[in-house]
């Protein structure tokens, strides 16, 4: 088992780099994301062109299985780069002694809660969470509009979610939801109840997002809860019949960010890649080609595509306690795993 897990983890660095074979003698950058293989492409190719001597390897994985490897590769680093995790993942990191001081260009032009401090890890992408369903069985009209209506009798068996514990886009929004029904305390007992309930709904937790669209997609359910920028680039590059509903009560914001790794073995390479990414080019691309949201300020809206500027009207972001979350959403995510996880049935619900 542990054999193949390793050369699955081998082929895949080797197909989404797109590697040319031996005998190339390029310079090696290795950049652990979630981002995607499209996204990952194109700007893997952009940053190549731009740097004729170097090519880019990725690994893609969820945000919190790249945490967890960068804290086993500790003494013997294998990546270069960090790009894509909520802030409070990069704050556990920075915790840990993972990330390597560099303070680019573009990081004056972030709010506040968009720099780590000790200027470790800096935003690129505003994420706002949303209700996505099968837009082939569902109108907008008759999909959840809040996030309490998932919880409707009606939608028992119908709800798919994405693998909490190696994804960050969940566990952010699994614990916005436990603050939120915490009515500000953080006091997660009420939250606790929520997700048993939510819990008893879900036919399925889907190991990973290819799956979870193409499940979807069947209608072998027909409700998950996801991230908008991931559903837009669905709907606008396959065929697959899934829409979002973004909750006028709030929803949860995650700022996505991008890090060097401590002990890069190409530390030059390693911040000119994230010089790259959160330049105003990359980031005005990353909106047009893939729907992110720039954390940005300073860019002109007049530049964001139409869906950007009609989103931004609409988007409320949910308050929360971000330090109180990054403290707390490990814990909260282990009691998950061990008191939550398909009990929500037999406690009743």
């Known amino acids: 088992m542990l054999r193949t897990l390793r050369t699955s983890l081998i082929l895949t660095l080797a197909l989404g780099a797109g590697l040319a074979g031996c005998g190339d003698d390029r310079d090696t950058l290795v950049v652990y994301t979630p981002h995607g293989r499209d996204m990952l492409a194109h700007f893997g190719a952009a940053f190549e062109e731009a740097n004729p ?7 893609d994985m969820g945000s919190q299985e790249v945490l967890d490897r960068l804290r086993s590769e500790r003494t013997n680093p294998q990546a270069d780069v960090w790009w894509g995790a909520p802030a409070e993942i990069f704050e556990l990191g920075a915790r840990d002694g993972l990330l390597e001081p560099f303070r680019p260009s ?3 032009q972030l709010p506040p809660e968009g720099r780590g401090e000790g200027d470790l890890w800096f935003a690129t992408y505003l994420t706002p969470e949303v209700i996505a369903y099968n837009s082939a069985a569902l109108t907008r009209e008759e999909a959840p509009q809040e996030w309490d209506d998932v919880l409707d009798p009606r939608w028992r ?3 798919l979610i994405r693998e909490p514990l190696a994804s960050g886009t969940m566990r952010a929004i699994f614990s916005s939801l436990i603050y939120r029904e915490s009515e500000g305390t ?8 929520w997700l048993l309930r939510l819990d008893a709904q879900t036919k399925e937790y889907v190991l990973n997002p290819t799956l979870l669209y193409q499940k979807l997609a069947r209608q072998e359910g027909l409700v998950t809860l996801w991230a908008m920028p991931d559903i837009e680039h669905l709907k606008a590059t396959t065929d697959y019949p899934i829409d979002y509903v973004i909750p006028a009560s709030g929803t ?3 700022i996505d960010g991008i890090a060097v790794v401590r002990g890069t073995r190409h530390p030059e390479l390693a911040r000119a890649f994230v010089e790259f ?5 990359a980031i005005v691309t990353a909106a047009e080609r893939f729907f992110r949201i720039p954390a940005r300020t300073d860019i002109d809206p007049a530049h964001y595509p139409d869906w950007l500027r009609e989103a931004l009207e609409v988007i409320h972001p949910m308050e929360v306690d971000a330090a109180l979350l990054r403290e707390k959403t490990p814990e909260w995510m282990r009691y998950w795993d061990s008191n939550i996880r398909r009990r929500g049935r037999a ?3």
Do not use: C, K, M
């Open 186 to 193: 953080g006091n997660p007992a009420a939250g606790y109840d």
């Open 252 to 254: 949860p914001v995650v």
């Open 347 to 349: 406690e009743g619900f």
């Open 106 to 108: 573009w990081a004056d």
């Open 53 to 59: 001597g170097v090519r880019i390897e990725w690994l």
């Open 277 to 281: 990414a959160g330049g105003e080019t």
């Open 157 to 159: 068996d119908q709800v």
